[in-house]
């Protein structure tokens, strides 16, 4: 039965509403960054770069690196732009543009994030890299979808109960990344950890500029909070979304972070761009291997 046009909405040309991208536009292997332009600081290792499109902060290209196709889709920033892009990635791949049903057979892809974040463990310093080998989300976004059973439930009990999480925030929930994207780009100089992703910047990962907090004791409460010697080792706004929708997707999703902040230092990166560049290289690398 076709979807209802209200629901899977296509432009006028037949592409996916926001991303503007027909599926032959879209490789097997996908890079997500959240800035627009960075877009074009990943592609400019690119052999060859076969096709560019751009929609509000939707920036695609796709093209060849070192004879592997791969597309690079800048997402924006936070978890509801993360809803947007993977369903209508998903939709690329898995439904029929033309008769606007479900394929028969559906088709997974390798999800790739490659994004700046800020360490909340001291030992974790600023210009190194990190692989999320599970997510927790404070935005409540995948409640909205039927995914208990994709959630590491006794990890999100445990760690509501070390916070006294308030009630009246979302619900946390954890999501494993893929096994085989941290086996193919893990390596002996790179931290692994567990990623927080926040539904906002300042206040929800405990900032204060003039605004008073609800728990002002949160980024000590998550650096110390420890199971099954897993500990939260960073923050972000987007790798939860990430991993949960592709889970529910059955693509497989990991989260490449830049570490440019280490918050219980109080220290920033003196040059931030040179260690995305340098984890964009080394992603790519990896990718080919």
């Known amino acids: 039965m076709p979807i209802k046009a209200s629901e899977f909405i296509q432009n006028s040309d037949g592409s996916v509403y926001h991303l503007n991208?027909?599926?032959?536009?879209l490789a097997d292997t996908v890079i997500t960054v959240g800035d627009p332009d960075r877009v074009a600081r990943v592609t400019r290792h690119f052999d060859k770069i076969e096709f560019k499109v751009s929609k509000r902060e939707f920036h695609t290209q796709t093209?060849?690196?070192k004879g592997k196709r791969i597309s690079v889709i800048s997402t924006g920033i936070g978890p509801d732009n993360i809803d947007i892009v993977i369903n209508e990635l998903d939709a690329l791949v898995n439904?029929?543009?033309k008769t606007r049903e479900l394929k028969e057979k559906t088709k997974s892809l390798d999800i790739i994030r490659i994004g700046t974040t800020g360490s909340i463990?001291?030992?974790?310093?600023?210009?190194?890299?990190?692989?999320?080998?599970?997510?927790?989300?404070?935005?409540?976004?995948?409640?909205f979808?039927?995914?208990?059973?994709?959630?590491?439930?006794?990890?999100?009990?445990?760690?509501?109960?070390?916070l006294n999480w308030f009630k009246k925030k979302a619900s946390p929930y954890v999501?494993?990344?893929?096994?085989?994207?941290?086996?193919r780009l893990e390596s002996s100089n790179i931290h692994k950890g567990v990623t927080g992703t926040n539904i906002g910047f300042?206040?929800?990962?405990?900032?204060?500029?003039?605004?008073?907090?609800q728990d002002n004791e949160m980024n000590d409460k998550l650096s110390s909070f420890s199971f099954e010697n897993k500990k939260i080792t960073n923050l972000e706004m987007e790798t939860s979304a990430i991993y949960g929708l592709s889970k529910l997707m059955g693509h497989h999703a990991i989260s490449m972070n830049a570490i440019i902040a280490n918050r219980p230092a109080g220290t920033f990166s003196k040059n931030p761009k040179k260690t995305v560049e340098d984890l964009i290289a080394y992603t790519l690398e990896s990718l080919i291997k």
């Open 175 to 183: 999501v494993d990344g893929s096994k085989s994207l941290i086996n």
């Open 145 to 162: 979808y039927e995914s208990e059973h994709i959630q590491n439930l006794e990890f999100t009990e445990a760690f509501i109960k070390h």
């Open 121 to 143: 463990q001291e030992e974790i310093p600023v210009d190194s890299f990190l692989i999320s080998e599970s997510a927790i989300g404070f935005d409540g976004l995948l409640h």
């Open 21 to 25: 991208l027909l599926p032959e536009h």
């Open 202 to 213: 300042y206040g929800p990962q405990g900032r204060i500029l003039r605004l008073a907090l």
């Open 95 to 97: 439904i029929d543009f």
């Open 63 to 65: 093209g060849i690196y």
